[in-house]
């Protein structure tokens, strides 16, 4: 049995919340700046037209992998949350985006993320892996600072 890793980022972007929930929940353009995110399929849609269940295809250690992912608008738009429905390589990829106001009208940022791999990996080979999806909140940054 492996155990699941988790890991934060925190960031605070230069652009208002409701800026920054956009690019986050406009999963078709995430290969357009999120490095490791090649493509993107939304499989299902809400009432509203949010995507619920979205399909992806990234590079991870050195290859391919597909996951689908379950996104919960419950707490919108302060939460972006969401739970992995099938994967090829992972057995669990749930997190969370937590996005809050500062004072200067900019978006404090907090990622949080669970991930079990079905294979164990070395310290070494997972850290590195963390250390690419943790970079998603540096790529966001970057994206809504544009």
């Known amino acids: 049995m492996t155990m699941a ?5 925190t960031t605070t972007i ?3 919340p409701e800026h920054v929930w956009i ?3 406009d999963f078709e353009q995430y290969p357009h700046w999120a490095r490791d995110v090649k493509d993107v399929v939304v499989r299902t849609r809400d009432e509203q ?3 619920v269940e979205v399909e992806f295809r990234a590079s991870a250690l050195g290859r391919s992998t597909h996951y ?4 919960d608008y419950s707490r919108a738009p302060q939460v ?8 090829d390589i992972m057995r669990t990829i749930d997190g969370a985006y937590t996005f809050s106001s500062t004072p200067d009208g900019g978006t404090h940022v907090r990622y949080d993320l669970t991930i079990e791999l079905v294979v164990p990996l070395p310290g070494f080979v ?5 250390v690419r999806i943790l970079n998603t909140v540096r790529e966001l ?6």
Request: proline share 0%; aromatic share 8%.
């Open 5 to 9: 890793e988790q890991a934060f980022q």
């Open 126 to 130: 997972k850290r590195r892996a963390e």
């Open 49 to 51: 037209g949010r995507a």
């Open 23 to 25: 690019i986050a929940v």
């Open 68 to 71: 689908t992912l379950g996104y």
């Open 14 to 16: 230069a652009a208002s």
């Open 141 to 146: 940054k970057v994206r809504a600072e544009a």
């Open 80 to 87: 972006l949350a969401w739970r992995m429905i099938r994967g």
